[in-house]
């Protein structure tokens, strides 16, 4: 057998110094971990205001990008910077134009997504279509169809806060942080609301005591329950349901009766007819006299319903009126509406832009949440553990 001609020596380089080609990249990809981007996905400026504070917070700058309208009224987005690899974060702030705003998402994360991004989430403070979480009559669940838009388009996360009904999570394919407000207005109900000691919660509907119930019980207060107020009318003459059973017909050609599987089961019976729901005067469940009423609710849009519950509690001997909501939609006249009525001041969080609203009524006050928003994107980048936003917080809640 041939010995080595290099004799004793089997090599030059010890084998633990054997240089290795690289040709200018690393020996294993995605050895660091990968960075992220936050991008804003609105047209307006207003819109974009929550997503420089989230992005201040966090020390970073708002990714490149380009997102507006043409001439004929298509969005059109244009990302300006490489997102291959790296975890993407698109703020997206729901103004007035709902419609234009959901379009600018969907198109932007479908841009991120053929742009080779590893992490498309979604930070969706307010939700939009979250009132349409039900079938009503011949109708439709928005909420649900709009949740397989947003996983069609690329989403594979949503961070969004205090959705109107909980259970809107289980409509997602992919996972969904539903931050929650509380803490930062109850800190203000604390800080800036004078001898609080002496408040009552208010919720302005039994379907709203629960939430109410929440603030009531961490702010050792007690609660009271606005009952009768007005309900939304439907009728239910023109959707068939008061149509009596169908019955066989003796006489007519015989080719037109239906069959019996569509008929009634047992012509000549009647089914028994849920009644009627009547609406019962409105009344006040607990002692509001010489108090301040604090209401309690998610989402402000039509203040009528607000504006009632104020005079009522007026009536009752409450001497300061504060409304406490989430979200701020305040649409159409309610700047006006609430700066002629009984209503002390309203406080809602900036999930979603209001500095108009504001303008036209000082009693509106807004409280900042890009703090919570902003951990929430870090922890999640990170992959730590988001159960410490969530601390203290039960299945009611």
């Not at 394919?173 to 208010?202: G, H, K």
């Not at 119930?213 to 068939?240: N, P, T, W």
Request: glycine share 6%.
């Amino acid at each position: 057998m041939p010995k080595s001609r290099l004799g004793p020596h089997k090599s030059f380089l010890p084998h633990s110094k054997t240089p290795k080609l690289s040709y200018g990249y690393q020996s294993r990809m995605n050895v660091g971990k990968s960075g992220y981007r936050v991008f804003s996905a609105n047209s307006t400026t207003a819109c974009t205001e929550l997503a420089k504070k989230i992005t201040e917070r966090l020390g970073v700058e708002l990714g490149k990008s380009v997102v507006y309208q043409e001439s004929n009224r298509e969005t059109r987005v244009d990302i300006k910077e490489s997102v291959r690899g790296q975890d993407i974060f698109i703020i997206q702030t729901i103004p007035r134009d709902v419609n234009t705003a959901i379009m600018e998402l969907l198109i932007m994360a479908y841009a991120l997504k053929t742009s080779c991004a590893k992490n498309i989430i979604g930070v969706i403070p307010y939700f939009p279509y979250s009132k349409q979480c039900k079938m009503r009559k011949r109708g439709s669940i928005v909420c649900k169809l709009l949740a397989s838009m947003l996983a069609k388009a690329g989403l594979t996360h949503i961070i969004t806060m205090d959705l109107h009904q909980k259970e809107i999570q289980g409509f997602f394919s992919f996972p969904v942080d539903n931050l929650r407000a509380s803490p930062f207005l109850i800190q203000y109900i604390q800080e800036e609301i004078p001898d609080y000691r002496n408040a009552i919660i208010v919720a302005k509907s039994p379907s709203a005591a629960k939430r109410a119930q929440s603030y009531a019980e961490r702010l050792r207060l007690g609660l009271a329950v606005i009952h009768g107020e007005a309900q939304c009318s439907e009728s239910d003459m023109a959707d068939g349901r008061q149509s009596p059973p169908l019955v066989r017909s003796s006489s007519g050609h015989p080719g037109l009766d239906l069959p019996w599987r569509h008929q009634a089961p047992f012509p000549g019976i009647e089914l028994p007819m849920m009644m009627a729901k009547e609406k019962p005067p409105i009344t006040v469940v607990g002692d509001v006299g010489g108090r301040i009423a604090i209401i309690i609710d998610d989402i402000i849009d039509d203040v009528e319903n607000f504006v009632a519950a104020a005079e009522i509690l007026k009536e009752r001997g409450a001497y300061k009126i504060y409304i406490m909501a989430t979200h701020g939609l305040l649409s159409a006249d309610a700047p006006r509406l609430i700066e002629e009525s009984a209503i002390d001041e309203v406080v809602v969080t900036n999930t979603v832009p209001h500095e108009v609203q504001k303008l036209q009524c000082p009693k509106i006050k807004t409280v900042d949440v890009s703090m919570i928003l902003a951990e929430a994107i870090r922890r999640i980048h990170n992959g730590e553990s988001m159960a410490y936003l969530f601390r203290n917080i039960t299945v009611d809640d």
